[in-house]
């Protein structure tokens, strides 16, 4: 049975890393009703200084993906209970 969370309680997800030299899984609690976007604004900017650089341009710009439960995640995508969020970093080279 799914549980509903009423606004403002806080839900947990799983996050994880899929970085060069940086892996990490762990579970956060965040606001129930928050979007993949609104994580993103709140936990990139917390990462250690070489996972930051990873994913994002010298502008800010976030240059990694986003899945959300093994699939290409949709920014405004509202978050629920027990979701998993991956981020992994663009490889260049050749």
């Known amino acids: 049975m799914e549980k509903t969370l009423a606004l403002g309680e806080q839900m947990k997800i799983k996050v994880s890393l899929k ?17 993949v976007q ?5 936990f ?3 990462l250690p200084k070489q996972a930051h650089k ?11 993906v986003v899945l959300l439960n093994k699939s290409r995640a949709d920014m ?9 969020l991956t981020f992994l970093c663009m490889i260049s080279g050749g």
Do not use: A, H, W
């Open 44 to 46: 990139i900017p917390g």
């Open 19 to 35: 970085l060069v030299l940086y892996k990490s899984d762990e579970e956060m609690e965040i606001p129930d009703g928050s979007t």
């Open 38 to 42: 609104n994580f993103m604004n709140g």
């Open 54 to 64: 990873m994913l994002v341009d010298q502008e800010g710009v976030f240059r990694g």
């Open 76 to 84: 405004n995508q509202i978050l629920k209970q027990g979701d998993e």
